[in-house]
């Protein structure tokens, strides 16, 4: 059985300059994975406008997880991969994932 671990957490922190409201929650089955989410948005336009926009997916126990980032030729991140083992691994995913576009969308509507 999954479950979340209670109240999400809710903190501040500074992203390029720019102040975001994050919230955070464990998400509990045979393993356990944390998410951090949160944004500023919406601010009118792209980076110079003060959008930020942070996601964050952490093995707090027992999670195979892995992940390699994506570099251009001049070794510019340009996205990552995210690799999982496990049904305990997918089914935690799923649930950060869920808990991180609730939030953002949350967010959005109270930015």
């Known amino acids: 059985m999954m479950t979340k671990s209670g109240t999400p957490k ?8 720019e102040e975001v409201e994050v919230k955070g929650e464990e998400i509990l089955h045979h393993n356990t994975l944390g998410v951090e989410v949160g944004t500023n948005c919406p601010k009118g336009g792209d980076t110079g406008h003060g959008s930020r926009t942070y996601l964050k997916i952490e ?36 649930q950060a994932l869920e808990f991180a576009v609730d939030e953002l969308k949350k967010a959005t509507k109270e930015n």
């Open 59 to 94: 093995d707090l126990g027992s999670t195979d997880i892995e992940v390699n980032l994506i570099r251009d030729d001049f070794r510019e991140t340009k996205g990552f991969e995210l690799f999982l083992g496990g049904d305990a691994e997918y089914y935690t995913l799923i």
């Open 10 to 17: 809710a903190m501040k922190m500074m992203i390029n300059g």
